[in-house]
């Protein structure tokens, strides 16, 4: 089992130690990749460290993204999911389907000194989700309007 030694290294840079439980959670998270709810997390996290509770999960999840470790998202309908923090990226998610793309890094970058200069804030673009209707959604969805009206 290996969570990546980049994460190992940096955990212990900041004085934290790498317990069996965030070796887990962070191989679950680093394996499958993407988006991951806390069921999800939980599942393949408990191959690995079967006496993993829900607790853990959450205090855990937590003290990773607290720490920077991991980004929490909100997916809409209140779903939470959780990745890994690599590095900063963005993302447009259908509100319909659920299909995400990832937004070319530095996209935002314009939005937060427009935001920044509006509002005196120091406006950081972490981890962001931007919900719509992808194009396949948005073609059902004129069809749908079409049939109703006509």
């Keep these: 089992m290996t969570c990546g030694s980049y994460l190992i290294d940096a955990l212990h840079a900041r004085g934290f130690r790498m317990t069996p439980q965030r070796m887990a959670i962070l191989h679950a998270l680093r394996s499958v990749g993407g988006h991951l709810t806390p069921t999800e997390i939980l599942l393949n996290a408990s191959r690995i460290y079967p006496n993993l509770t829900k607790a853990t999960l959450y205090r855990t999840l937590d003290f990773l993204t607290r720490n920077g470790f991991a980004a929490a998202v909100h997916l809409g309908d209140s779903r939470v999911a959780y990745e890994l923090v690599q ?11 659920g299909r995400s793309l990832l937004v070319p890094e530095g996209t935002l970058r314009k939005v937060c000194e427009i935001l ?11 981890h962001r989700v931007w ?9 059902a969805e004129r069809r749908s309007d079409e049939k109703l009206a006509g």
């Design 87 to 97: 590095e900063q990226h963005h993302h447009v998610m259908c509100r319909r389907c």
């Design 131 to 139: 919900f719509g209707l992808c194009s396949a959604c948005q073609s």
């Design 116 to 126: 920044s200069e509006g509002t005196g804030y120091a406006v950081e673009a972490d």
